[in-house]
């Protein structure tokens, strides 16, 4: 159960019960603040701790709600939902899953063995050992149905916690290359992950994408694009990293978000750096030999 009334007036949100503005039995009703909602059509459910606006049909636990509403970080928000909470989760419990979030079971859902020649030739056109990947990153293959048809599947861990996933298309017809996880299937959205930042020790090369850190491996971690939030900031901070390197696309627009990052990094970092690969490569074409010769480079 959420005590979702006592949480709304220790923050001072006007909220309504059952029986007023339409609020239904069992739920407790406010202003949603994803669409600037001037009535109570966003509801919490007393039960789950689900929330749903009936009017822009945003939805998601409770703990990613207080993050919204308070504008603060995945670890205050979760901290802010232990307390009204019936059954006191943990995050540190391996159990834990936000209340109202739906986090698949990849197993049970994307569990397509022996992996299609398809995904693997996908792999290996990009000159990777399919198997090696596979064991390493716990990957997944789906058949040709489903939301994620045609896909590998890329698992997100965070302290060894599965917490969300994306996937990459192995056709090259679909529109969207990465397609992630919905933000109810999650614990944690992508938006708010570090792609393999378990391996993260004393120093960071942090790039675009999953296949640029399959190339580089250990201490590469992947913000899944160039369009990084604070969320992922403050995640680098944490890992205690003494050392970053920001290494993204060449293109100009990745470049920018690269300097606009390394600025934020810096802000709290000292030591931030920004590569550039010359004859304008990216970070997942990269050759055997100039792997080893970045990561001699930079220490990793």
């Not at 966003?42 to 709600?65: I, M, N, T």
């Not at 599947?153 to 192995?170: E, G, Q, W």
Request: glycine share 8%; proline share 5%.
């Amino acid at each position: 159960m959420i005590d979702a009334e006592g949480y709304f007036e220790s923050a001072g949100i006007e909220c309504h019960t059952a029986g007023e503005k339409n609020v239904s039995r069992g739920w407790v009703g406010i202003q949603c603040p994803f669409c600037n909602d001037h009535s109570w059509h966003l509801g919490v459910h007393l039960e789950s701790g689900a929330f749903h606006c009936h009017r822009c049909k945003e939805k998601g636990s409770f703990a990613y709600l207080i993050k919204i509403l308070e504008q603060c970080e995945w670890p205050q928000a979760y901290q802010k939902a232990k307390k009204f909470h019936g059954s006191t989760p943990s995050m540190n419990e391996g159990s834990f899953v936000p209340p109202g979030a739906l986090f698949v079971n990849l197993d049970a859902c994307f569990c397509v063995n022996p992996w299609p020649i398809l995904h693997k030739k996908y792999l290996e056109g990009r000159n990777f050992d399919p198997d090696f990947l596979i064991r390493k990153y716990h990957l997944k293959a789906t058949g040709n149905s489903g939301e994620y048809k045609f896909r590998i599947i890329i698992p997100v861990h965070i302290n060894k916690r599965l917490v969300t996933f994306t996937s990459r298309d192995v056709t090259g017809l679909s529109r969207a290359r990465y397609k992630a996880a919905s933000r109810e299937k999650s614990i944690l959205p992508v938006s708010s992950c570090l792609y393999n930042v378990d391996s993260v020790k004393d120093k960071a090369l942090i790039v675009e994408g999953p296949t640029d850190v399959w190339r580089i491996g250990d201490g590469c971690v992947a913000t899944f694009g160039t369009s990084y939030t604070q969320d992922q900031v403050s995640m680098l901070v944490r890992t205690g990293a003494r050392r970053f390197f920001v290494m993204f696309d060449p293109e100009e627009t990745a470049q920018q978000q690269a300097r606009k990052l390394a600025y934020d990094l810096a802000s709290v970092k000292s030591q931030v750096e920004i590569l550039e690969l010359p004859g304008g490569n990216d970070p997942g074409s990269l050759d055997y030999d100039s792997v080893l010769s970045l990561r001699r480079e930079i220490g990793l």
